[in-house]
């Protein structure tokens, strides 16, 4: 594992789906390219949202699974590589290059991975056919819950609390016969966790391999449509029809007067503690075994978090309750060691969150965008008040980009702000003179979303907190990443004391 801070390093956020390439963004060529990219100009992390297995909405963070992979992340030319596919097989349909389209892709790759499946069936070679075998046995704990939910949610194209009842509580007859009728379907689903897996690990180890670490995301919360929820109810604020009670959210902030309600639902944490967070430990391990340094989404959530009443249509009317604290990550670590984690501290913070947080040895997260307006000198997303044990960002998934952030929403007093911070000039350099900010500041880590690193604007938000459609889209063009923008960003680096290794000569 990786010891998170300790030494000055920078990089770029960015999702795969926002690569390039037919059909949407893959783990193949453009991912390589990006690493190779990021490496000219002298960047060493590589920050992703959570690569879990999403519904049509594209949500990384309500995903179906806290656990499998996203399998439209799969690149055909690598499947074509393992003899899996032929070459006119993977060509791609025509998709909209600047958004991605995740219903279009799942179609397609859903027709590309039965065709993959039959081809392993036929003529894998035995490498593969071992490789698929050991990872059926070592993901055990997980896949047989994944692969069976998987394939009924296709026989009966709805979530699971609208599949007959006897599914639904997982009566053990009920779930036996479904396993042999489904058993083509569920070695299917099984089959593309293996290759999301193999796919992912190679583009990894590359990575890696070129100096630059991957910096995931944890979710705090799971959709309750997810193999999660259906397959552990006992752990969830649930009805006896499976339906939660009370749901995730939070309170008016920044981004929303009338809060945010995610719906998500709720953990019985007691519940939890009797096992001995073991549901967490195997999600925290499945994360560390896929990157080398994980983003906890929503951290004040483990020392308090807002419920929210289900019938209720806003997070207005919730209360704070308490969460689980060190005992979570104290059990965690008794099994895992040392976890490599990223404190993502942004809303109401309150004391004993930064408490909680210091007491774990979790670096928390600066925001530039949040420095400006206000005119408090204890703001902690003022650069002169970043501590070490941080991780500095222009703005992030959730927040519009640089310049669409200075075009469209900023006040003239921050716009003033911005301008003595890190000098005043041409509206679009404002994301260079930000992320300059950003890599001269004292916070160990630094990470910019590349649509700040490329100039764009409002069209290029990745997210809008409280929107219910047209999020996670954004995709950048082939040719976008020119050596002329890798040597602006390394000079950048070098100059603000974050190149590494051979980078440095």
């Known amino acids: 594992m990786v010891k998170v801070t300790g030494e000055r390093r920078s990089g770029v956020l960015l999702h795969p789906t926002s690569l390039p390439g037919d059909g949407g963004g893959d783990l193949g060529a453009q991912a390589y390219r990006f690493a190779d990219w990021l490496a000219l100009a002298g960047q060493t992390l590589w920050q992703l949202l959570p690569l879990v297995a999403v519904g049509d909405g594209g949500s990384p963070y309500n995903g179906l699974s806290a656990f499998a992979g996203n399998v439209l992340l799969l690149s055909p030319d690598l499947l074509v590589e393992d003899a899996l596919l032929d070459e006119d097989e993977a060509r791609a349909p025509a998709l909209d290059p600047d958004s991605a389209d995740f219903a279009g892709a799942g179609r397609w790759k859903d027709g590309l991975l039965r065709r993959a499946h039959a081809a392993f069936g036929a003529a894998a070679s035995p490498g593969l056919r071992a490789g698929f075998a050991e990872y059926v046995e070592r993901h055990r704990e997980w896949l047989d819950d994944w692969t069976l939910f998987r394939a009924l949610r296709d026989e009966h194209g709805a979530p699971w ?46 990575a890696n391999g070129r100096g630059i670490f991957v910096v995931g995301d944890v979710p705090i919360f799971v959709a309750h449509d997810s193999a999660d929820v259906w397959a552990h109810p006992e752990i969830f604020e649930l009805d006896g029809d499976g339906r939660p009670t009370v749901v995730s959210g939070v309170p008016p902030d920044y981004f929303s007067e009338t809060g945010q309600r995610w719906g998500n639902p709720l953990y019985r944490w007691e519940v939890l503690e009797r096992d001995g967070y073991a549901w967490w430990t195997a999600r925290f391990r499945r ?54 984690l990223i404190a993502e501290d942004l809303g109401i913070i309150t004391p004993a969150v930064e408490a909680l947080r210091d007491e774990l040895g979790f670096p928390g997260m600066r925001v530039l965008q949040f420095a400006f307006g206000g005119g408090d000198p204890g703001n902690p997303h003022l650069p002169e008040n970043y501590p070490r044990e941080a991780v500095a960002y222009t703005g992030t998934h959730d927040n519009n980009t640089a310049l669409g952030w200075w075009r469209d929403e900023a006040s003239r007093g921050e716009r003033a702000a911005l301008a003595e911070l890190a000098g005043d000039g041409d509206a679009g350099e404002v ?39 047209g999020d996670w889209r954004w995709r950048f063009r082939e040719g976008a990443l020119t050596r002329e923008l890798a040597a602006r960003l390394r000079d950048i680096t070098a100059r603000t004391g974050r190149l590494h290794g051979e980078e440095r000569r």
């Open 431 to 469: 994301g260079w003179r930000m992320i300059e900010t950003v890599l001269a500041s004292n916070a160990d880590l630094a990470v910019v979303p590349l649509q700040d690193v490329l100039g764009l604007g409002s069209e290029a938000r990745m997210n809008t907190p409280g929107s219910v459609s």
């Open 161 to 206: 609390t609208r599949w007959p009842e006897p599914l639904r509580r997982r009566d053990p007859d009920a779930i036996a016969g479904a396993r042999d009728r489904l058993a083509h379907e569920v070695e299917r689903h099984a089959l593309a966790q293996f290759l999301f897996d193999r796919q992912w690990g190679e583009l990894r180890r590359y």
């Open 287 to 340: 994360t560390l075994e896929m990157v080398d340094v994980a983003r906890i989404d929503h951290f004040r959530g483990f020392e308090s978090y807002w419920e929210v009443p289900a019938a209720e249509k806003t997070a207005l009317n919730g209360r704070w309750l308490p969460g689980p604290g060190t005992r979570l990550f104290e059990a965690v670590e008794r099994e895992l060691g040392p976890l490599p």
